[in-house]
């Protein structure tokens, strides 16, 4: 037998006989890994084995403070949001309640004013289709309002109309100033079929473009003004508050349908409440920030983004608000 099939035949025992040393069985019945766990010497050789035949290779830069320092601003800021915020956006939505309520109490005073006042179908359909046509005009021109007074100005308009135009409506003494408040306030729409325009119109007008301005505005100003990890949620506050409105309309319509006179007076003019509610509420809130910072008020913008923001800092957001502007302004 030659050398060379001995040495062959002599390292298949040896690594038998380790192999079945390193097979065991532990106590609980399973069975250890054929590879034993390495020591802390086997462990210390093999770092610096790594870091020697590293050492010529570049290091991998460890992770910038400055990284850390933002990811934890940012968690802060999501765990710690003022509830001023929340109060802003609620005030705000009203105007989508009002929106909600003026199209909506229409349908129960309607089934009142038509006995009450002995309406047409003409009259009918002039005094619903009036309102939604001066809202949707209107919303053009809130676009203007927004970018030369700002939100705030404009809610408050919004507010002042849905509460003169609530108390008029419920004082209005017959259908000729119903509709011509519509009319002259909304759009101006000449109503040739009646040859004449009374102050009941004008009222209803007054709503409609208080309705048209607060659906283009409130949710601007609840987006600008909105932190941005909660923009989605507040914005929506709008929707819900719209709905929320047209199902309050429907109650109110059922609880004053049984008076048989001067029913609908109660259906239109409760919606001065929240109007007036409103309107207090935004003498004491801010302008939005993207707004005075578009107009150069940088000064104002920034106390109110500290006011609205809290302890947190608003550098971050200030410059991302700002780049935004000068990109829109730049055409890029």
């Known amino acids: 037998m030659s050398r060379k099939q001995v040495d062959h035949d002599y390292n298949l025992r040896s690594m038998s006989n380790l192999m079945g040393e390193r097979w065991k ?21 093999q770092g610096a084995s790594a870091a020697t035949s590293t050492a010529g290779a570049p290091a991998a830069p460890p992770t910038s403070t400055g990284d850390l320092e933002r990811a934890a601003r940012k968690q802060f800021q999501q765990d710690v949001t003022p509830g001023f915020v929340y109060v802003l956006a609620a005030f705000s939505a009203l105007g989508g309640f009002l929106f909600g309520y003026d199209t909506g109490v229409i349908s ?6 038509k006995r009450e006042l002995d309406l047409s ?3 009918q359909e002039l005094l619903i289709s009036s309102t ?19 939100r705030r100005v404009c809610i408050l308009l919004a507010s002042f109309f849905f509460s003169v135009g609530g108390i008029v409506l419920s004082t209005a003494p017959g259908k000729e100033v119903l509709l011509a408040g519509r009319l002259i306030v909304g759009v101006g729409l000449e109503l040739p079929q009646c040859g004449a325009r009374s102050e009941t119109g004008f009222a209803a007008k007054v709503v409609a473009m208080a309705t048209g301005i607060a659906s ?8 600008e003004a909105s932190p941005p990890h909660l923009r989605g949620q507040l914005v929506t506050v709008n929707t ?3 709905t929320g409105g047209q199902f309050t309309a429907s109650l109110i319509d059922g609880a004053f349908s049984y008076l048989h006179h001067n029913g609908w007076r109660y259906m239109l003019g409760l919606s001065v409440l929240p109007a007036v509610l409103q309107f207090v509420g935004f003498l004491f809130l801010p302008e939005s920030p993207r707004w005075l910072i578009q107009h150069g008020l940088t000064q104002k913008a920034r106390r109110v983004l500290s006011h609205i923001r809290g302890n947190q800092n ?6 991302s608000i700002k780049n935004s502007i000068d990109e829109e302004d730049s055409g890029g």
């Open 240 to 242: 819900l508050f719209i």
């Open 314 to 319: 608003i550098d971050e957001e200030y410059d």
């Open 132 to 150: 939604v046509a001066a809202a949707a005009l209107s919303a053009l021109l809130g676009g203007f309002l927004n970018g030369l007074f700002g």
């Open 25 to 45: 069985k532990v106590s609980d019945g399973g069975e250890r890994s054929l590879i034993k766990a390495p020591s802390s010497a086997s462990l210390s050789s």
């Open 121 to 123: 179908a003409l009259w």
């Open 108 to 113: 129960g005073a309607m089934l009142l004013l």
């Open 216 to 223: 283009m505005t409130v949710p601007v100003y609840i987006a």
